[in-house]
C-alpha cells in the first residue's frame, strides 16, 4: 500500500522561507514522477511544481517560478519543496502527490493517485 506523507508547512512572514518534504512508502518511485499541489479556500488544487521520472527538467507554475525550487533524493522516496520569498498568496493547504503510472502529464493534478493528507503553508502579509 502506498503511503505519502507531507511534512513542514506552518506560519512565516513574506519575505521568508519554508521546506515542505514529502515521504513516499510502498512501492518503487524511483522511475515515478512526484509533484506540489496546493489548495486555497474557495480555490481548485493547482499545480505548484513537478519532476518527472526521466531525469528532465523540473516543471513550474509561473506564480512560483524563481522563487520555489523541487528536488527529490536519490532514492526518489523522498521530495522536498523550497520555498523562498513566500508572498501571502501562496497561502494554502499544500500537497505532495505520486502517480499510478509512468507516463503521465505532470502538470495535471487528475494524473496522481496518491495523495498526502497536505500540510498547511501561511504567510501573513
Known amino acids: 500500500q502506498v503511503h505519502v506523507v507531507e511534512s513542514g508547512g506552518g506560519l512565516v512572514q513574506a519575505g521568508g522561507s519554508l521546506r515542505l518534504s514529502c515521504a513516499a512508502s510502498g512501492r518503487t518511485f524511483s522511475n515515478y514522477a512526484m509533484g506540489w499541489f496546493r489548495q486555497a479556500p474557495g480555490k481548485e488544487r493547482e499545480f505548484v511544481a513537478a519532476?518527472?521520472?526521466?531525469?528532465?527538467?523540473?516543471a513550474y507554475a509561473d506564480s512560483v517560478k524563481g522563487r520555489f525550487t523541487i528536488s527529490r533524493d536519490s532514492a526518489g522516496t523522498t521530495l522536498y519543496l523550497q520555498m523562498n520569498s513566500l508572498k501571502p498568496e501562496d497561502t494554502a493547504v499544500y500537497y505532495c502527490a505520486v502517480p499510478a503510472r509512468r507516463e503521465i502529464r505532470i502538470i495535471t493534478p487528475s494524473e496522481y493517485t496518491y495523495w498526502g493528507q497536505g500540510t498547511q503553508v501561511t504567510v501573513s502579509s
Open positions: 519532476i518527472s521520472w526521466i531525469g528532465g527538467s523540473p
